[in-house]
């Protein structure tokens, strides 16, 4: 839930930094938005959290760093498959953000490639903070380092 109300937070941020404070439909934009990013991320907790969560348990890895490691990797895929930048090249397409070159002529610029890095980072740090919640939220941890300090000392 955490990753989910820091993109509200940053979007309702970019809703006042673009239209005056008394708009009214800066909340009704921000309430769709949030529903939105609710329903995505709650889509795929059950998706790809639930399953990589199974997988994990049953390969007795759920631990900090495999937990932590599998919330950035599921939320950074979808992120890199949806906004690959090389999905059409045949289309010759030319794309700037901000006046910066970002496509030309289908072929990616540096910059392109970074924009994509910067987004998918983005969306890793948020699984990454996912992950990170659900650790902290996990019950059992004590337990858990218990028995894997008992299985590394004998």
């Known amino acids: ?11 309702l941020y970019g809703q ?7 708009d009214p439909y800066i909340w009704v934009r921000t309430r769709n938005f949030a529903m939105i990013c609710f329903f995505i991320s709650g889509g ?3 998706l790809l959290g639930l399953p990589a969560y199974l997988i994990l348990r049953k390969c007795r890895q759920v631990r900090r760093w495999p937990t932590l490691s599998a919330g950035f990797c599921l939320a950074a895929m979808p992120m890199a498959i949806f906004t690959w930048p090389l999905k059409y090249p045949d289309l010759k397409t030319s794309a700037s953000i901000n006046g910066v070159q970002t496509m030309i002529n289908g072929i990616p610029t540096l910059a392109g490639w970074l924009n994509f890095a910067q987004g998918v980072l983005f969306f890793g740090v948020c699984g990454f903070l996912s992950a990170l919640a659900f650790w902290l939220a996990a019950p059992n941890k004590l337990k858990q380092t218990d028995a894997q300090k008992a299985r590394a000392v004998v």
């Open 1 to 11: 839930m955490l990753p989910v109300f820091l993109m509200i937070s940053w979007y």
């Open 44 to 46: 795929l907790v059950l």
């Open 16 to 22: 006042f930094q673009t239209f005056e404070a008394d």
